[in-house]
């Protein structure tokens, strides 16, 4: 009995912890890609309605820059016969652009000046956007150990800057173009995660304008970020792996936590079972066939008064009552034995 004990314990413990695993790490892998698709979410709104409004901005605002306006001034008299050509599009206006060849002497500090002045936005970009919302995200205690990385090779921010392990996720999506997530745990200063990882490439032209080279870069995004990094970029080449982290050993520990409290639950209703049926056992089974055994011990001992006594209906009764048959027949043979004697 105390190995059937043990042996239900045992597979009960395995059984309960392997489910309870499993709806952990479905919780963690829930949560990890409700907070990707929230992500790409804020990416794709920002890439359909921000991107395009900031650009118009820049492209057809005048920077609020009154030295330079000025300065322009005294090269261009006639300034008050170019409305609506704000100082932002000079070098994209041909017809401004000769104006200004013939009537502002070369002054590479004034050129340099009216390159650099328009200002380059971080908020048009969308993975700064996602970035942003999700550090304003991290800003909550329930999702201060929550992560969002575009993990890149060669980033234009360094703090996108691929790590060892990322950098192994992306280039696995280089290697599988159809693979299309992966996803594990691995451990960070902060404790066991859970990740979510999923391949980025650019698919606009349009993007590739601050990624091809430097010089097709806005010259303010050269000042912010330099011109060593976020360039070279391909179009629908997997540069970046979208690696979403969510903390596991507190789900873990929970989970352990709750294993524990039901073990103690099984093994105490196991406990209370075996004890029960240990009870009827002993008082439905045991007792009556030491009664039958201390009652045939005493037969064939000589004690004929003594009577197997047990009505019961049951197996044990019918084992009572063959025993009584076979003590009949014993006395009426030694009966029978003892009138030939006499």
Request: charge should be negative; proline fraction near 7%.
């Amino acid at each position: 009995m105390l190995l059937v004990f043990i042996i239900g314990i045992s597979l009960s413990g395995a059984a309960l912890a392997n489910v309870l695993e499993q709806r952990a790490q479905f919780e963690v892998t829930a949560q990890a890609a409700l907070l990707m698709q929230t992500m790409n979410s804020v990416r794709e709104y920002n890439q359909a309605h921000i991107t395009p409004l900031l650009t118009e901005k820049l492209e057809t605002e005048t920077p609020s820059d009154p030295p330079l306006t000025e300065e322009l001034q005294t090269y261009i008299p006639s300034a008050p016969a170019l409305p609506g050509k704000p100082e932002t599009q000079i070098l994209k206006d041909p017809a401004l652009t000769e104006k200004l060849e013939t009537q502002i002497p070369k002054d590479p500090s004034l050129t340099e000046k009216i390159e650099t002045t328009p200002a380059f936005v971080p908020e048009s970009v969308p993975t700064y956007a996602v970035r942003e919302v999700f550090e304003k995200l991290r800003q909550h205690e329930n999702y201060a150990n929550f992560f969002y990385k575009d993990a890149t090779l060669n980033p234009t921010n360094i703090r996108d800057k691929a790590d060892e392990f990322e950098t192994a996720l992306i280039e696995r999506f280089r290697e599988e173009p159809d693979l299309k997530e992966l996803s594990g745990f691995r451990t960070l200063p902060q404790g066991k995660v859970f990740y979510i990882a999923h391949p980025f490439a650019i698919t606009d032209p349009n993007c590739l304008q601050c990624h091809t080279a430097p010089e097709m870069a806005p010259k303010s995004q050269i000042t912010i970020y330099g011109s060593n990094n976020g360039f070279g970029w391909q179009l629908n080449d997997p540069i970046t792996a979208q690696v979403v982290s969510v903390p596991a050993e507190a789900v873990f520990d929970s989970v352990n936590r709750s294993l524990f409290a039901l073990m103690k639950i099984l093994f105490s209703v196991f406990a209370v079972v075996i004890l029960l049926i240990n009870f009827l056992l002993k008082l439905t089974v045991i007792q009556r066939i030491k009664r039958i055994a201390g009652a045939a011990h005493a037969i064939s001992t000589g004690e004929m008064s003594v009577d197997f006594k047990d009505n019961s209906q049951d197996e044990i009764g019918a084992l009572a009552a063959a025993f009584g048959r076979m003590k009949s027949s014993l006395e009426i043979s030694i009966e029978m034995l003892h009138q030939r004697k006499s």
